[in-house]
C-alpha cells in the first residue's frame, strides 16, 4: 500500500511540473507571437527603410523556426503528461489487483478455516481473484503495446521531420 501512496505522490509531483513547464512555455509562445507581429509590421511598413524589412523578415524567419520548436515541446510535454498518468494509473491499479488477490485469498482461507465455506468454494473464490489478476496483466500488456507503438510512430515522424 505504501508503494500505491508513493507512485500517487510521484504522479501528483510530475503532474505539477508539467503544469510549470506548459505555463511557461505557454508565456513564451504568446511573446513570440507578440514579437512575431510586430516584426511583420514593420516588414509590411512603408516608412521603414529597406535594411530594417531585411532585418525584421530575418528576424521573423527565425522566430517562425523558434515557435514551431515552442509548440512542438508543448506537444511533448502533453503527451508526457498523459503517458505518466497512464503508466501510474496501471501501477495503482495492479497493486490493488495484487492487494485483492492477496487479501482476498486469505480472507477466503480465514473462512474456510472457520467452517463458513468448504474446500470447493474456497477454490472457486481463489481461481475469481487469480482470473481478475490475469485480465488485469492482459489488459496492461495490451496498453504497453499501444503506447510503444505509438512511441515508435512519434520517433519516425521525428526522424523524418529531421531530414
Known sequence: ??????????????????????????????????????????AGSEKAT???RTNALTELAKL???????????????LANAIKRNNTSNKLRNNDI??????????????????????????DLKKVFDDRKTLRQDETEHQKAYLDGMQQIEDANAAKNKQ
Open 50 to 52: 529597406q535594411q530594417a
Open 98 to 123: 495484487l492487494n485483492l488477490k492477496t487479501n482476498g485469498t486469505l480472507a477466503a482461507a480465514e473462512l474456510l478455516k472457520n467452517g463458513k465455506i468448504d474446500e470447493k468454494q474456497f477454490n
Open 64 to 78: 517562425n523556426k523558434d515557435y514551431a520548436d515552442k509548440n512542438e515541446i508543448l506537444q511533448d510535454l502533453a
Open 1 to 42: 500500500m505504501a508503494t500505491a501512496a508513493v507512485s500517487a505522490y510521484k504522479l501528483v509531483q510530475a503532474q505539477e511540473k508539467l503544469k510549470t513547464d506548459t505555463i511557461f512555455q505557454e508565456a513564451d509562445n504568446e511573446r513570440i507571437k507578440d514579437r512575431m507581429q510586430a516584426l511583420k509590421d514593420i
